[in-house]
Each structure stands twice: as structure tokens, then as C-alpha cells.
């Protein structure tokens, strides 16, 4: 018989796993980063950039869903097949996104691909908790924390090069956002067969339970939901499809619950793992955190391309500082609580310091410089580095080691959910109040008279960088408002006694005399800066009576900004300030959800950390061998 201190894992057999681990979080990483850079041009060419929402839907769907069926699964056979299979299935996922000659043919690959990552989002945590004391996991995922920063940062960099080639290879340039998984994802997986290997501990004589009910309940719930929160602003919210999604997904959801009950420790989520107080308050704020956090940072990237007028690539990069923050803190955080065995505090200062990170990006305008953003971004991710590992460790502490699958998978679930909802919820209401605040804008009679001036000015008008935004943006506005001069001037002509008399009508009215008749020379700075003023005034009068003209207009703005691109700052400066209002309002939000949690957080109770790894108490429970060895073969 051997003692509870016999260790069943070597510290070079446990940074083998930790290699094999690593690989698999950087290919999904990557390619939750590596996507986004390229979606426009693959929609581009596969003619359907109205559809590719259902790109994204569709791998979210798959990828979410799947997360607590890995968990439970791996509690049951072992956590090496599934990571194997997930990689495996993620590789191929890829391999046929990249084959595709449809928006929707991407989609059902991107889908299938999404059943791979659910593996690789769920079970590397799980397994770090199996063979990782409490006080050494919180040092080792510093290193996976590098792993997410650096393909964080690498994959906007390497979609937006392989978007911008036309061909590489003999190969459309953006199908290699797929297909650079495929080399990737074949590593990954060599080094998960030679590297990740588990001592496999006796298991239940009896045959399992697997809750197929359950996994079914849960996709019946979360599939309506999910397309409602993605595709709600479309379809229209309170719409028959929509309610229909409602009516459904809570059907789904009620039945989910009642069915877990039933099935008690065979279900994909035990409910008893909800008498935790410390598993409870650990999810309700993970939700939080997920909510406020991807919801939130999603404006980031649109506001820096959008009003400060950066590349998607550039814009990969701006995000450096807030990955820097969250590497600092995560590994920061590491080490203070393996040294001390202290991890209470880091819930409440990294909900405060996320908190207070969209607080200052509250005061954000749209002619604030680039380095007030990355700077409440860096304190975002000072928050964000001590929340994501501290809400898990707590998470996986507050069960038996059995369950350390399902609370890991769990916890990923939640915030995933969290962070969907957070999505979905925030990009509609950004472009829900988008259109208004873009005329609010407009009703503010400096920033209307600056871009009035622009508009009427035919050298600014006329030039091909603006065509666009004129057809889009000002030539509603203004050709009304030009004909109304014109015809106010074709009365005053025709009501003049002579020829005679029309030069001092049109010095009376700022205009010029033009073949017999009466024409504004919108080129003389003049004339133009008198009407604009009487303009400005009249507009503003009309924006804030009620007037839609204006609103109809900045709504058909808002599906496609390529028109911003190039034009002058002072007819795009409207559209940055209301597109500015409209970020600042989710930032708000952002700040709101993560007060809550802050709030939250400082009535958190957690237990003192295990001083043994989940296999290690299996092992010692069980009994090992008096070598201290336990077969090894892929558990």
C-alpha cells in the first residue's frame, strides 16, 4: 500500500500535457480570431455578404452546445479520446470550409468545425484541474494564457493578409483561413497522441448512463435562442419567427431542467452542483462576466476601424494592450496564489478593474486620441486576466474531483451563453440607436454647419473619394434642400419687373444671376457660407421636431460602411460622433453588468484550495500500486 503523498504524475509527464494542451487551445484561439478579418471578403466573392451572419451563427450554435456534452462525456470515458476526436473533427471542419462555394455551404462546414471546438474550448480546462493541484494550476495557465494572447494577436494579422492575396498558391487567398488549420491542427494532434497521457484510474463496473434526453434538451433550448439573439434585429423581435424561437427555447429549457433532476449524477449538468454556494455565485457571475465582457469588447473592433479609421489588421493589433493586461494579471494572479494558497480577492478586484476599464472608456469622443481607448483596454484586460482563471479555479474547487469535467465544461458553458446573449443583445442595440444618434449629431449646429459646408461645397461634393458618402449619406439631405433654394429663386425671378432688377434681388437673396435667372454659386464661399447658416438652423428646427427625413437616411447608412473609407472628415464627422454616442451606451452597459458582478463578487465565499490534484484524490481513494504507479494506457 502506498500513502496519499505518493505522486502519480512526474513534473516532465505533466509539461508533456501541458504541450499537448497548449496546441489545442492556440488552433482554437486562432481561428476564433483568424475568421473575423476575412468574413467581408469571403462574402464578397461567394456573392452573399447579407448571409454571413449565418456563418458565424452557425459555428456559435455547434460550439456552445457541445461544450457540457464533452464535459460529461469525458467524466465517463476519459478525457483523451474526446480531445483527439474534437481536434480531429475540427481539422476536418477546415479542411471542408475551405472547399466551399456558398455563404450557406460555409455556414454547414463552419457548423460541423463547430463540434470540434467545443472539445477544445471545454476539455483542456478540465484536464488541468485533473492533474493539477489547485495552487500549481493557477501558475501553469499563465502559460495558456500567453498561448490565447499571442494567437489573439497573430490571428487578425495572418486573415487579413490571407484576405488582401488574391491567390496563394493557386488557391483564392482567403480560403486559407481555413486550410492553415489543417497543418496547425495536424501538430496539435500528433502532439496530443504522443504527449497527452492520463493515468487511468479503475472506472464503474456498471454501465454508464449517458443522458441523451438531456443533450437533447439542451440543443432544443439553446439552438432558438441562440438564432433569435443572432438574428433578432433582422427578423424583427417581436416577429412570428421570433416568438416562435421564444416559445420553443423555453420549452427546451424547462424540459432541460426537469430532465437533469431525473437523471441526477448522470446528468450532462448535475443540478446538485448548484447546492455549491461557491459553484452557484461562481456561474451567476461568469454569465456577467460574459455578458458585459464579449458583448462590450465586440465594439472595439468596429470602433476602431470604423471612426479611427484603421485596417482590420491594424485593428488586430490595437488589441496588444488589452491581451498585454490580461497576460500580466493572469499570470500575476498565478503566482500570488500558488505561493499563497489566496484566490478571494481576485473576483473582486478583476470584475472592479474591468469595471472601471469601461468607465473611462465611457468619456471616449470621436476625435479622442488612439491611446486613451488602448489604455481603458489595458485596464479591461487587467480585470479580465484576474477574473477568467480565478471564476473556473473556484468552480472546479467547490466539487468532487468525479465532477471536475462537468464543473470545467460548466463554467465555459455559462460564460460562453453569457457572452452570446452579451453579443447579441449589445450589436443590436448599437445599431438599434445608431440611426438616432447619428441625426442627434446632425442637431448639433457646429458639428451640422462644419459638415453643411462640406456638403454644398461642389469641389468637396464632386471629388470620387466622396461620391460615396454623398450617395449615401448627405445627397438625401441637401438635393432637397437645393431644389427648395432653387425654386424660392425661380419665384423671386419671375416676379422681378424687369431684367434690370434681378442683380439686386440676387445680391438681396446671395445668389448669382445665370442666363436670365437666379442660381446660388455653391463654389463661392460666400453664398454657400450665408445659406449654410440659414440651412443649419432649419435643419436642426426640423431634426428636433421630429423630422425622419434625416433618420431614413442614416439608417440605410449603417448595413455597409465601406462608404466611409477615404471621404472627407468633415462629411463622415456626423456619422463618427453618432456611431461614438452609440459605443459609448454599450460601454455603459458593459460598466453596469460588471458593477453587478463587482457587487456580487464581494459576498463570494470560496473554500480553501484542495492541496491535491482531482486524480491524485481518485488515485488515493482507489489505491494505487506499491511502486506507485498506475497503468497509463489513454485514459
Given amino acids: 500500500m502506498t500513502t496519499e503523498s505518493t505522486p502519480i504524475m512526474t513534473h516532465r509527464q505533466i509539461l508533456f500535457v501541458i504541450y499537448g494542451l497548449m496546441a489545442g487551445m492556440f488552433l482554437s484561439s486562432l481561428d476564433q480570431t483568424i475568421v473575423g478579418t476575412a468574413i467581408r471578403t469571403i462574402g464578397d466573392d461567394l456573392n452573399g455578404l447579407e448571409q454571413q451572419a449565418w456563418v458565424t451563427t452557425a459555428y456559435l450554435i455547434t460550439s456552445t452546445i457541445t461544450v457540457p456534452i464533452y464535459g460529461k462525456l469525458s467524466d465517463i470515458f476519459g478525457r483523451r479520446p474526446l480531445f483527439i476526436f474534437g481536434i480531429a473533427v475540427f481539422i476536418i471542419g477546415s479542411l471542408l470550409s475551405s472547399f466551399s ?14 463540434i470540434g471546438a467545443g472539445a477544445l474550448m471545454s476539455l483542456p480546462l478540465a484536464i ?52 492553415v488549420n489543417v497543418p496547425v491542427g495536424l501538430i496539435a494532434l500528433a502532439m496530443v497522441i504522443v504527449f497527452l497521457h492520463l493515468p487511468k484510474l479503475g472506472r464503474n463496473a456498471d454501465r454508464p448512463r449517458i443522458d441523451w434526453w438531456g443533450a437533447t434538451a439542451v440543443i432544443v433550448a439553446l439552438v432558438p435562442l441562440l438564432l433569435v439573439a443572432e438574428q433578432g434585429r ?31 449524477d448522470d446528468a450532462i449538468i448535475p443540478m446538485r452542483l448548484f447546492r455549491s454556494g461557491t459553484f452557484s455565485m461562481a456561474t451567476l457571475i461568469g454569465v456577467l462576466v460574459g455578458f458585459g465582457m464579449f458583448g462590450a469588447m465586440m465594439t472595439i473592433p468596429l470602433y476602431m476601424q470604423i471612426v479611427i479609421g484603421l485596417s482590420p489588421t491594424e485593428s488586430g493589433f490595437a488589441m496588444i494592450p488589452m491581451v498585454l493586461g490580461l497576460m500580466i494579471a493572469a499570470m500575476g494572479s498565478g503566482v500570488i496564489t500558488s505561493r499563497t494558497g489566496k484566490y478571494r480577492i481576485f473576483p473582486v478586484t478583476g470584475s472592479l478593474f474591468t469595471a472601471v476599464g469601461f468607465f473611462l472608456l465611457t468619456f471616449m469622443t470621436y476625435d479622442k486620441p488612439l491611446w486613451y ?111 427648395g433654394i432653387q425654386q424660392q429663386l425661380d419665384q423671386a425671378a419671375a416676379q422681378a419687373p424687369s431684367p434690370e432688377a434681378l442683380p439686386a434681388i440676387a445680391e438681396e437673396a ?39 427625413s434625416a433618420a431614413d437616411s442614416a439608417s440605410g447608412s449603417i448595413s455597409d460602411t465601406s462608404f466611409l473609407t477615404g471621404a472627407d472628415a468633415r462629411l463622415s464627422k456626423p456619422f463618427m460622433a453618432g456611431f461614438t454616442e452609440s459605443a459609448v451606451l454599450i460601454y455603459w452597459v458593459g460598466f453596469g453588468v460588471l458593477l453587478a458582478a463587482f457587487v456580487l463578487s464581494l459576498f463570494f465565499r470560496v473554500p480553501p484550495l484542495r492541496d491535491r490534484s482531482a486524480l491524485q484524490e481518485r488515485a488515493d481513494t482507489a489505491g494505487v500500486t506499491d511502486t506507485g504507479t498506475i497503468r497509463t494506457h489513454g485514459g
Fill in 234 to 264: 433582422e427578423w424583427g423581435w417581436t416577429s412570428a419567427l421570433a416568438i416562435a424561437c421564444y416559445v420553443v427555447g423555453a420549452a427546451g429549457a424547462i424540459a432541460f431542467i426537469v430532465i437533469e433532476i431525473v437523471m441526477k
Fill in 101 to 114: 462555394t456558398s455563404m450557406l455551404m460555409l455556414a454547414g462546414f463552419r457548423a460541423f468545425q463547430g
Fill in 128 to 179: 488541468m484541474g485533473d492533474i493539477l493541484a489547485p495552487r500549481e494550476r493557477a501558475k501553469y495557465q499563465g502559460y495558456f494564457f500567453a498561448v490565447f494572447g499571442v494567437s489573439t494577436v497573430i490571428g487578425p494579422l495572418v486573415g487579413g493578409l490571407f484576405a488582401g492575396a488574391n491567390e496563394i498558391l493557386w488557391v483564392d487567398g482567403w480560403r486559407w483561413v481555413f486550410l
Fill in 510 to 548: 446671395h445668389a448669382s444671376v445665370v442666363d436670365g435667372g437666379l442660381r446660388v454659386d455653391w463654389s463661392d464661399a460666400e453664398q454657400r457660407g450665408y445659406w449654410v447658416d440659414q440651412l443649419a438652423d432649419e435643419l436642426v428646427e426640423r431634426v428636433q421636431g421630429g423630422d425622419t
Fill in 373 to 483: 481607448m488602448l489604455l481603458g483596454m489595458f485596464v479591461v484586460g487587467l480585470g479580465l486576466g484576474q477574473l477568467m482563471q480565478t471564476l473556473v479555479l473556484a468552480s472546479q474547487n467547490a466539487v468532487p474531483p468525479t465532477d471536475m469535467g462537468v464543473a470545467s465544461s460548466s463554467a465555459t458553458f455559462f460564460r460562453q451563453i453569457g457572452g452570446t446573449l452579451g453579443t447579441a443583445i449589445m450589436l443590436s442595440v448599437l445599431f438599434t440607436v445608431l440611426p438616432t444618434n447619428i441625426v442627434h449629431s446632425m442637431a448639433d449646429r457646429d458639428t451640422l454647419t462644419s459638415s453643411l459646408d462640406a456638403a454644398l461645397d461642389p469641389a468637396i461634393a464632386g471629388a470620387p473619394e466622396n461620391a460615396a458618402i454623398m450617395r449615401q449619406l448627405w445627397s438625401p439631405v441637401v438635393d432637397p434642400i437645393q431644389e
